[in-house]
């Protein structure tokens, strides 16, 4: 398994949760502590760290399910993410297989029903 070289949403609070629990610890060191607990391929730099310590009330108040992603990304068309989200809901209920190309099929229907444009996914 290749080692991650950006961090998680998750990995970053864990980041702010190390850096509580020792105060002192210098912004260096909890990076290199940052490689060696998550196995990255290469230090985070001191701005990188500087960084995720400035957002920590962002990252304590994401909710559990972004938690593995790696950005927030703001929803563009949440009438457009609420339809698909339902449809892919009732897809799974009836058991029918899904794919990637598939959803974004079915996106680019239902920006086309909303009047959405082309551009959305």
Known sequence: MKPSSSLSN?????????????PSIKQSTLANWAMQEFKLSKVP???TISNILAKRQQYESIDSTELTSKRQRAVKHSELDNVLANWVLQ?????????SDLIK???RQFARQLELGERTP
Not at 10 to 22: E, G, P, R, S, Y
């Open 45 to 47: 730099t001191q701005g």
């Open 105 to 107: 099929e079915k996106a």
């Open 91 to 99: 897809c799974q209920a009836r058991r029918v297989a899904l794919s």
């Open 10 to 22: 998750d990995q970053k609070l864990k980041i702010c949760h190390h850096k509580a629990a020792n």
